[in-house]
């Protein structure tokens, strides 16, 4: 303790012995907290872990924020005065406040902050500490927080408290945390008694998933001989669990695999079964609707950062009008001229394919770029045993959005009615007056242009680069071919059966084998079915 320190202790001993009015009191209360503060920053990691105890003993929810903050590592010293202190901003900018008080420190700057170091074991001194003074607060959101803090480190010394905080608890939720994590504290003493023991493994098999298996699995070698049978019948029943959650776990992975497959082949699929065109180009129509949704959050961090959290809103309309107008002027410059030849058309898109690429490359560097989430898609929630990040979650969403949508439009617009006339029957089309060279035309511009909200979708879930469509194009023929050209339903069904198929296969295969499995399996299917699970009628059997 430095001289500062030594000389406000002495004046808040002064204090108390002298007695004082209500008012100063409570000046002296914040006095006496001031001083265990400031302890935090001296001497070395073990005297910042017996200042932190001292701090938590008072029992005082001031001191919760302080210790918050300093697990975060953004509590500050003045290397001058010793004074612990906050700041407004990361990274020690912003105004200095006391961290008591919570008063503005314009004497000092940031210039002479220091920050008060932590290493791992001190943030778990921090984290018991911080469950230990908010187990008993009076709101229930804090004492639910507190509660699974304990039940994730299980620490010992936490279970007189927790006996204390389950007989006072009203609320049967955190009540029952409360006595899992009273559980799992039993199993890492082996010094409890049996009964103890016997009463906590149920309790720790409640909690289900991962996390009770490696509880009761590191419990196992330290039980009493008499606890450990029924220890191994509760890993057995959980183990059944786990498998059950495993393989719905990796059904949800193939719907959201799906849900990018569909998304990037369902503009193929209007392509390929309106105008009979493969399409090489089309992966780079994806990888412009990334890039226009990297410009757009780009745009908006250096003029509106407060907008962030708006930037797919404003991506998505634009990444379909970049890419529905590239694909419109490759139709009316290439695709038009070669109607009928198909091996032409695939060496003409696959070599602007190409060009793309490259002119990107130029544009951007060769270099990933990363697209940040906003707040709304960042994390992640438990269902059940499943885990599901809310990234993928709404992709999922927004996958199956655009899929009804596009069914309406073809079901209820004029264009939608004369793109299903030219699928049908091309000649009798044209007959009856639909100008199919501008049927065409809109078809290419509206496949380019859901391939472009395919782009930004992907961007939430992996990095940006110029060869981003590559990985898609394949799948896509897949999805297409396999659920039957030009049917929207068929590419639906197609996506999600070779997307969970993909998440089966893989695990034991590995991803490339596994692709190469899919595709053969593929084969023998389209030997059976050349036109697919759902073959149109019309124009396309024709052909």
């Known amino acids: 303790m430095n001289a500062i320190n030594l000389f406000r202790t002495i004046a808040l001993f002064l204090a108390l012995m002298l007695g004082a009015t209500p008012a100063a009191q409570a000046q002296v209360a914040d006095a006496e907290l001031t001083v265990l503060v400031d302890a935090l920053a001296p001497g070395n990691f073990k005297d910042r872990e017996a200042a932190i105890g001292t701090l ?22 003045d290397e001058a005065s010793g004074k612990v202190v906050m700041t407004a901003e990361p990274g020690g900018k912003g105004a200095i406040t006391d961290p008591v008080t919570g008063a503005e420190l314009p004497a000092l700057t940031t210039a002479g902050l220091d920050k008060v170091k932590v290493n791992n074991g001190l943030r778990r001194v921090l984290r018991t500490a911080i469950g230990q003074m908010t187990l008993l607060s009076p709101d229930a959101d804090v004492r639910l927080l507190a509660a699974q803090s304990i039940l994730r480190d299980a620490d010992p010394a936490q279970s007189k408290l927790l006996d204390s905080a389950i007989a006072a608890e009203t609320d049967a939720a955190i009540r029952r945390v409360m006595e899992q994590a009273r559980a799992a504290i039993v199993l890492r003493s082996p010094d409890a008694a049996l009964a103890d023991w016997q009463a906590a493994v149920p309790v720790v098999q409640a909690i289900g998933g991962r996390d009770a298996i490696n509880a009761l699995t590191t419990a196992l070698n330290t039980a009493p001989a008499e606890v450990k049978p029924l220890i191994e019948t509760a890993l057995q029943g ?37 105008m009979g065109v493969i399409n090489m180009a089309h992966g780079e129509m994806v990888m412009l609707g990334a890039y226009t949704t990297f410009v757009v959050q780009e745009v908006i961090r250096q003029n509106a950062p407060g907008l962030f959290d708006w930037s797919l809103a404003i991506a998505l309309p634009l990444a379909f009008a970049v890419t529905a107008l590239v694909g419109v002027a490759i139709e009316r410059g290439i695709i038009r001229f070669l109607y009928g030849r198909p091996l032409e058309t695939l060496l003409a898109t696959w070599g602007l394919s190409l060009i793309i690429q490259q002119a990107v490359q130029r544009i951007f560097t060769a270099n990933i770029r990363e697209v940040g989430n906003p707040t709304w898609m960042s994390g992640s929630f438990d269902l059940g045993g499943l885990a599901i990040t809310w990234n993928r979650f709404y992709i999922v969403i927004f996958a199956m959005m655009v899929f009804v949508a596009l069914l309406l439009v073809l079901k209820y617009t004029a264009i939608g009615l004369h793109m299903r006339a030219v699928t049908q029957n091309r000649r009798m089309a044209s007959a009856m007056g639909i100008r199919t060279p501008l049927v065409d035309a809109m078809t290419f511009g509206l496949g380019s242009g859901i391939a472009g909200l395919a782009g930004v979708a992907l961007s939430q879930i992996g990095n940006v680069s110029p060869n981003l469509g590559q990985g898609y194009i394949i799948d896509s023929f897949m999805v297409v071919v396999f659920g039957g050209v030009g049917n929207l339903w068929g590419t639906l069904v197609g996506a999600l059966t070779l997307g969970v198929a993909n998440k089966f296969i893989e695990p034991y295969f590995g991803a490339v084998l596994g692709k190469i499995i899919i595709l053969v399996l593929i084969i023998l299917f389209i030997q059976r079915r050349p036109r697919g699970l759902f073959a149109l009628k019309g124009r396309s059997i024709e052909a």
């Open 56 to 77: 938590a003993a008072t029992g005082d929810q001031r001191a919760v924020p302080v210790l918050e903050v300093l697990l975060e590592g953004e509590l500050y010293v």
């Open 238 to 274: 959980l183990s059944r669990d786990r498998a059950v959650w495993d393989v719905a776990q990796n059904i949800w992975f193939g719907i959201s695999l799906g849900s990018v497959l569909l998304l990037a082949a369902i503009g193929l699929a209007i392509t390929f079964g309106v």
